[in-house]
């Protein structure tokens, strides 16, 4: 139980959408970064030689960008999964989402073009290869967690956080909710139900009737919502401390965690004052 819990139609924790571009461009050592260099569009274009993934996409986005880097029909990649003999944990039952690592893949190996299985398959073996090593894994560990639930927090991270630094700080929401028995009330979750990216979220999506609707209900949603990088891994797992239980991105770079709900109110109504094009009410 919790005292003082405000009734959860009142509650936004977050205000952010997220927007994906898709990039080709040289093989690059690390993470990829989502940086226009040619358009898999472009008919006029050379033939790309890889496929950049970028932080945070979702498994539908994913399969779709296979599709136009290997001009292939459209649900070729999502059609290609059960034969692709992917090493997914048990608890994933299938679905890659959350394991389709963010990096940049060449669309040809050793003189053999890429196809939708090896592609996913390529991206799979490499998040294994991130997320299963000691430091994750122990990681997870110290905080009373397997893997897969780790890499399901860093997706409501990725998609909530508004920068790095405040990655931690959203890793640390999640863990005050969880920790208190409170629903998390992300809107990444209700975005991810209803496949749409949007800052606003009305009280109709609240009642949604979804295992992805953290308002109403209990813990983590049953799959990752997006598919995470490092950073956010790395903040899953070594959350900042704090007592925070709401934020909000009231405008670009200003952020602002409290454990107050009376704070959060007021924050909340700076960020809707400020979508209006008016001043908050004093």
């Keep these: 139980m919790y005292l003082n819990t405000p009734p959860r139609r009142t509650i936004r924790l977050t205000r952010r959408g997220r927007l994906a571009l898709i990039a080709t461009g040289a093989v690059v050592a690390g993470t990829a970064v989502a ?11 050379a033939r790309p030689t890889s496929l950049v993934i970028p932080e945070g996409w979702r498994a539908g986005q994913v399969y779709d960008a296979v599709d136009k880097a290997l001009s292939l029909p459209a649900g070729t990649t999502k059609g290609a999964i059960a034969k692709a003999g992917l090493k997914l944990p048990n608890d994933a039952e299938g679905n890659p989402e959350g394991y389709l690592f963010p990096a940049t893949y060449p669309l040809e190996q050793g003189g053999r073009k890429a196809t939708p299985e090896s592609l996913l398959a390529y991206m799979v073996d490499t998040a294994g290869k991130k997320f299963n090593g000691a430091p994750i894994a122990a990681g997870a560990q110290r905080n009373a967690m397997n893997v897969y639930q780790a890499v399901t927090i860093a997706s409501i991270v990725q998609a909530e956080a508004a920068s790095k630094a405040d990655m931690g700080k959203v890793a640390r929401v999640v863990f005050n909710r969880l920790e208190r028995g409170m629903p998390l009330q992300m809107d990444s979750t209700l975005n991810y139900a209803l496949n749409r990216s949007t800052l606003r979220t009305n009280a109709a999506d609240t009642r949604i009737d979804s295992p992805y609707n953290s308002y109403t209900r209990m813990g983590l949603p049953p799959t990752p919502i997006d598919n995470p990088g490092e950073d956010a891994m790395r903040a899953a797992i070594n959350p900042t401390p704090g007592d925070w239980l709401y934020f909000v991105t009231v405008k670009p770079g200003d952020t602002r965690f409290t454990a107050d709900f009376a704070e959060h109110q007021r924050n ?15």
């Design 268 to 282: 909340v109504a700076e960020f809707n004052a400020l979508h209006r094009g008016a001043s908050p009410a004093r």
């Design 35 to 45: 940086v226009p260099l040619l358009s898999l569009e472009s008919e006029s274009a």
